[in-house]
């Protein structure tokens, strides 16, 4: 099971640090990913973070987000800085056993129910 927090409204320019709580499976040996979904778009990846901690952005984040993870508490996080227009949605985590590619969510096993970010 994955449960999300931390999102909220913030305006232009701020910040917002999402958690993911990981429970029921061995978080340390899956990669871990941050999606997004708004509203009449196709859900896209914005982070993953491999189990040994490295990490991989989408364009569109790069520089203004940085994801991280702590196993000993099964937790995951995506601290967003900078925040635009453009970063409101649906936020996501995921975890996958085999495959860890942005491009591909399908190939997560895991899924959270999302937190909302709304940037205004």
């Known amino acids: 099971q994955l449960v999300e927090s931390g999102g909220g409204s913030v305006q232009v320019g701020g910040s917002l640090r999402l958690s993911c709580a990981a429970s029921?499976?061995?978080?340390?040996?899956?990669?871990m990913g941050w999606f997004r979904q708004a509203p009449g778009k196709e859900r896209e990846g914005v982070a993953i973070?491999?189990?040994?901690?490295?990490?991989s952005y989408a364009d569109a984040v790069k520089d203004r987000f940085t994801a991280s993870r702590d196993n000993a508490k099964s937790s995951l996080y995506l601290q967003m800085n900078s925040l635009k227009p453009g970063d409101t949605a649906m936020y996501y985590c995921?975890?996958?056993?085999?495959?860890?590619?942005?491009?591909?969510?399908?190939?997560?096993?895991?899924w959270g129910q999302g937190t909302q970010v709304t940037v205004s």
């Open positions: 995921a975890a996958s056993r085999l495959r860890c590619d942005m491009a591909r969510p399908g190939g997560f096993n895991y």
């Open positions: 029921g499976f061995t978080m340390w040996a899956y990669c």
């Open positions: 973070i491999y189990s040994d901690g490295t990490t």
